[in-house]
């Protein structure tokens, strides 16, 4: 119940890696036979990428993963546009691959604007062309967030930035084999993805860049990727990522619709629970993600109680994590701290059956009222406990 | 992540529940930093009779308030006060690094607890001789310091 922090690697996917290892090891620079095998699979691997975001094969280059791409668009156009100017527009919600990049292209002097988003998590398309300037040269904002699920109104956003000629960005991290994307219909310039959220292996990623976009380099050496990021190719990576995202592509008319099914039935079930509420937009919203915050109770202390129930899931409250501080997601959406603090997020993937659905709808209240009972914020009419 | 003494203490919380009408409440943190932590106390002839607890906060706040009451029950006021939030911790059988905060918000509840009982009997509040906290609960940055 925590498919969007990870998933499997498939069966096919291994499969088809496999070769890669030890028989077809070449280095797809060298020039002799067994090299070209891997030169051949790097690009078919392009190919199906290609096709399977509808763009052509020359814009896909391949990463180690998600965060690399976010740093990689995010930096190499603001470096290449240094001349132009040096404003940047991203949003409050964006994953730290991208806030932490912007925060740290602040501190060697770009002007970042990171936008509010409503109660929904939702970017105003409006305020996002208020918000652009002169000097904007970059516009980021993320296809479908990580935590709560909204999905982003890419298409008016793509506008926007195409209208005024700024580049426009988007992580695509957990939308991509989710949930239909097509970059011929859409103005997105760059688009980040990362194969470890769609079956595919870690440490594999790619970057669309729209043909005519200018960026610099990340990675600095070898003439690889068409001489923009340097590094002998992950081959069985590459291969992996390729073969996973063709078959989340193909299977997802069915698997999104079975999978939304089983996201509305969990969602339904636990807003049974007195003092829940949904986080995040009720429609656009990722086939797999559900997010709630019960009240008067803390999401570590939830975890802890879930895990122990054999149910793995996360939460947006400080004390799951080091920074002590509660999911800047859920701030931006308004909830307060104390609220933020009692988050659950449970994401559904092809593992999960009907039955896993009713097993935490059956096992959730208990743990909700177990801790409602151990909690001094807990109203009376919900108090139990043993009282003196 | 947690040692078994932590799961059992989270799982079947000791003297956990309401006290009516308590010789000394402590109450300390803040919902905004996701933890408080109240500890109830009755009192005879200086000796702690009956102790309860509630909590809001992760499993290591709530197990540390469990043990907490466990040591502190049928203790001298002054021997609960000594309870270091280190003896909570090694009680536990220890506790990650992240939520040692966790063993002192017990201590800093104790120490509520008696000067609130102290304040109620009109004696003078109790001063922490062995260390100066300070606590920033925004940050959620803790340090004790050997004064």
């Known amino acids: ?388 | 992540m947690y040692s078994e003494t932590v799961m059992d203490h989270f799982q079947n919380p000791r003297n956990l529940g309401e006290m009516k009408e308590p010789d000394g409440i402590g109450e300390v943190g803040n919902p905004s930093c996701g933890d408080i932590m109240k500890i109830m106390i009755r009192v005879e002839d200086d000796v702690i009779v009956d102790v309860r607890f509630k909590t809001f906060g992760c499993a290591a706040a709530i197990a540390s308030s469990s043990i907490a009451t466990e040591l502190i029950k049928g203790k001298t006021l002054e021997q609960a006060w000594n309870l270091s939030n280190k003896e909570v911790a090694e009680a536990l059988g220890g506790l990650p690094p992240e939520k040692l905060h966790c063993s002192l918000l017990a201590e800093q509840a104790i120490h509520k607890a008696i000067n609130d009982f102290r304040a109620k009997n009109d004696q003078e509040p109790w001063e922490d001789s062995k260390k100066s906290i300070e606590k920033d609960y925004m940050n959620h940055e803790i340090s004790v310091k050997d004064a």
């Open chain 1, 1 to 388: 119940m925590d498919h969007a922090a990870t998933t499997p690697t498939r069966t096919e996917v291994t499969e088809a890696m496999l070769p890669y290892m030890a028989t077809h090891f070449g280095n797809p620079s060298s020039l002799y036979s067994i090299a070209s095998d891997s030169r051949e699979a790097v690009e078919e691997a392009r190919e199906k990428v290609a096709g399977a975001l509808n763009s052509e094969p020359s814009e896909i280059f391949f990463t180690s993963g998600g965060t690399e791409s976010d740093n990689w668009a995010i930096k190499g156009v603001a470096f290449a546009n240094r001349n132009k100017g040096n404003h940047i527009i991203t949003s409050t919600i964006e994953h730290h691959a991208v806030l932490h990049t912007c925060e740290w292209l602040e501190k060697v002097g770009f002007s970042v604007t990171y936008l509010p988003v409503d109660s929904y998590g939702m970017v105003n398309p409006g305020e996002l062309e208020d918000a652009i300037r002169e000097d904007t040269i970059l516009i980021s904002i993320m296809y479908a967030n990580n935590e709560i699920g909204t999905i982003q109104p890419v298409r008016e956003i793509g506008n926007v930035a195409s209208e005024h000629g700024i580049p426009f960005h988007c992580d695509a991290v957990q939308a991509t084999g989710h949930i239909p994307v097509d970059l011929k219909e859409t103005n997105i310039d760059l688009f980040s993805i990362s194969g470890h959220k769609f079956h595919g292996p870690k440490g594999t990623g790619a970057l669309y860049i729209r043909k005519g976009v200018r960026l610099d380099p990340l990675m600095h050496g070898g003439a690889q990727e068409a001489r923009k990021r340097a590094g002998t190719e992950n081959v069985p990576g590459i291969v992996g990522l390729a073969k996973a995202l063709e078959l989340a592509v193909k299977e997802m008319p069915q698997s999104s619709g079975r999978i939304s099914a089983l996201r509305d039935r969990m969602i339904s079930g636990i807003l049974e629970i007195p003092y829940s509420r949904l986080n995040g937009h009720p429609t656009e919203r990722l086939p797999n993600n559900v997010n709630v915050a019960f009240e008067f109770i803390e999401g570590e202390s939830i975890l802890v109680m879930l895990n122990s129930n054999g149910i793995c899931a996360s939460t947006g409250s400080a004390c799951s994590s080091s920074s002590h501080q509660p999911s800047h997601v859920l701030t931006a959406c308004g909830i307060p701290p104390e609220k933020a603090h009692g988050s659950l997020r449970l994401t559904l993937g092809d593992g999960n059956s009907d039955g896993d659905v009713d097993y935490v709808i059956e096992t959730l209240p208990g743990i909700v009222k177990r801790l409602r009972e151990i909690s001094p914020l807990t109203p009376k009419e919900l108090q139990g406990g043993d009282n003196v």
